[in-house]
């Protein structure tokens, strides 16, 4: 049997053929600086510094520097994965059993690290190789749908996902689904499945990666243990994103799927939530759920409504100074059926949009605003601005964030009959989006 | 002489009456939970519940209910402002002379108590009234340039901001200037300012305030406060905005104007320092400067180099599933010469934006890059995305915020002969807006 190169090529292949090891064993290197035990991983082909990678007992994977390492013994062989076939569903009626569908993103490219770059295929044996704890918690089906960085999904897409992610729980009858997603988006479709997936019996969680797993601080293989161990554990449903907690590899959030949004561009802990606790932490295998004033709906108390249709015909504009009311003509112009304000402060722009905006509430338009502060509430009864544009028929949003107001917007307007009734929708709290009014 | 009544009315102004007591002086009052003292601080005319505010040593203004009042003692008589009268500058030769401009917003509508309401007029005299700790640090001057909310603000109201600002440098010889200014768009009036004021000699510091002063909670003074002691006593110049550092009042943050936001729409310590420290925070009257990795420029060491146009062709475009590129083609339809792209993750937009963005790059429009995330930085080499983005002539703005960046294309446009030189000043640092990119 040759040994499973994983990626690695050159000095570093050479190497660890001279020591006989290869992806999947567990070693012990010695350096000078002392020595270090784990799992030797994978590498992209792609990558080619000389450095070996190797994931650590706390799931952390750290890079080694070839020409500091004295030596590397073996301590156990590459175990053989769960799964051997793509197609077989192991059935051992003992663990719960998650549907893994994946979209994209790096957190796809990086299980799927063989060929380096991006490759759709993910096969169950290769998720089972990259991160052998999974099988301790749920046998996990991955199924890829599409193959997609993020920033080119379009709502036709949520509608894809969320009619999969029906299926496998109607037709299908799993415990709980993962959807690997790419970071740049997730919140966006988090919101989206929040709305299309009424009451949920299972937990639906997205999870993605900020790192690619050819970098020692990749964050792929945590955060999918903290999405298994919440889609096959947790007692509650509903949509939720599971990402890291923090910048230490000892917690992942799992966040509301409507609150939750990408604060940073690159750090593993980018996912935040907006104005509450994330839902749950996952430390140590075990889930701790987070004290929130939304009621979490348990697991199997319902029964899977789908409401997967967007009209796209929404438009979020940004408020500036400068910003130009013809703008909000140009969306009337265009067919849009709906204006997403993203104002300032507590959710107001100029005065010089007033007549812009009473032309487009005449035309029928949905205009609600929300604030580009990110943090805290719209109120538009306190000052002059806010006041005057509550009278031109402005809705105001609360807490809700852009992101989701947006999204909510384009699911509004296809599941109601008409633009009224999707005004109430809008201010009406679906799934989390609004918070209650007290705090300030 | 009549009791100066500083909006009490009803039952509240009886009360005091029967006391003998009027706003400014100092007072004990005893209540069945034990006594505070302090200065009794003026109210609108427009609040009639049943309390009175009394500023504490601290300089947090409490309220406190009349029916819970057993007694109030007089222990000094309200002080006359150092000034009486509006149009003198007192020449005392011994304190910083501080200019101060008022725009508007809840800080000018603060000072000026006594009408309720928003009313323009703001005289020394009721500004030391309101803040009589000012006199200590400084003689400042008010000068009411415009009375506007900061949303109705453009960006020729920047330019005759900055126009008043060198005036009050070069002609009046000011140590310092404090800009109050509504908190709405009071981030991107500081970095116009920061573009605007080159080579600046003294500290410009734009304030702000989150709550009337009717409320205990104003944050009004003390952000004033702090905004004088770092106009007169800081030992650096350049633009900043002062405002709480944090929730309690013990902190002033004063924060580069080129890399703050408003990231709440309503908390005292709304405005935010995006990936770098504050310059300074101002604690118990003393200035403590941050560590920072922008050298700062010393107090007196430059002349002004006044560049106050901005061409506010620019369009902000913030990315969203199912973005329409047509509104990137209506940029190039319309005459704008710039666009903002505040994009997803590291500075992505779908792949359906190509064409439209070679179209407005080939028709001469700036097209620059920022992410919708606010922190870390665009980097475009990391994904395909980016690459091609790259190859159409897009350019990534660094860790510049959006708003920053929109304000920043508008004022190199109008400083720049052409759109190559205005691409040039975009991608060099001038006024703090692009930190070195050592950090990820």
Redesign the interface.
């Known amino acids: 049997m040759s040994l499973d190169t994983g990626g690695y090529k050159g000095a570093s292949m050479e190497f660890l053929s001279r020591y006989g090891v290869a992806v999947g064993d567990s070693i012990t290197v010695t350096t000078a600086d002392g020595e270090i035990s784990g799992i030797l991983m994978p590498r992209y082909e792609s990558a080619s510094r000389n450095y070996i990678v190797v994931k650590l007992k706390s799931g952390y994977n750290t890079g080694i520097e070839i020409s500091k390492i004295r030596s590397i013994a073996k301590t156990d062989t590459k175990k053989s994965p769960p799964v051997q076939s793509e197609s077989r569903i192991e059935e051992d009626g003992t663990k719960p059993r998650i549907a893994l569908i994946s979209t994209g993103g790096t957190i796809a490219s990086k299980i799927d690290y063989r060929t380096g770059g991006v490759r759709a295929a993910l096969t169950a044996s290769e998720l089972y190789a990259s991160v052998p704890e999974l099988a301790g918690y749920a046998t996990v089906d991955p199924e890829v749908l599409m193959s997609e ?7 036709d ?2 509608t894809a996902m969320a009619e999969k992610v029906a299926s496998k729980i109607r037709t299908w009858k799993y415990d709980g689904i993962i959807i690997s997603h790419g ?3 997730m919140h ?2 988090a919101a989206a499945l929040s709305f299309a997936l009424q009451d949920l019996p299972v937990p639906v969680v997205l999870v993605g990666a900020q790192r690619s797993s050819d970098r020692p601080s990749s964050d792929a293989a945590l955060n999918l243990l903290g999405a298994t161990i919440f889609a096959a554990k947790a007692e509650v449903a509903g949509v939720f994103v599971a990402m890291h907690a923090g910048s230490s590899d000892d917690a992942i959030a799992c966040h509301i799927g409507t609150r939750v949004r ?6 593993r802990d ?1 996912f935040e939530s907006i104005g509450v606790n994330p839902a749950a932490i996952i430390r140590n295998g075990e889930i701790e759920m987070q004290p929130n004033e939304f009621k979490m709906i348990s697991r199997g108390s319902r029964q899977l409504a789908l409401r997967s249709s ?1 009209d ?1 015909r ?11 009311p ?2 909000i003509d ?1 969306a009337v112009d ?1 067919g849009y059926r709906a204006i997403i304000l ?11 949009c007033f007549s812009s905006l009473k032309k487009a509430v005449k035309a029928g338009l949905m205009v609600c605003m929300t ?1 580009q ?7 538009m009864t306190v ?3 806010g006041r005057d544009l509550l009278d031109i028929g402005v809705l105001p949003l609360s807490d809700m964030t ?2 989701t107001a ?2 909510k917007a ?1 699911w509004a307007l296809a599941n109601s009959d008409s633009i009224d009734d999707a005004k109430k929708l809008m201010q009406q709290n679906i799934a989390g989006e609004i918070s209650s009014a007290t705090a ?1």
Chains 1, 2 share one sequence.
Not at 149 to 155: A, F, H, K, T, V
Not at 342 to 352: C, I, K, M, P, W
Not at 373 to 379: E, N, P, S, T
């Open positions: 960085y993020s920033e080119n999904l379009r709502p897409h949520w970071t740049d988006t966006y479709t990408k604060n940073h561009t690159s750090r980018a967007f796209g929404v438009m979020l504009l940004k408020y500036y100074p400068g910003f130009n013809a703008l140009n265009s993203e104002g300032t402060g507590l959710g107001h722009v100029s005065r010089d604030s502060c990110i943090w805290g509430r719209v109120r000052y002059d601005t852009s992101e947006t999204v384009m300030i």
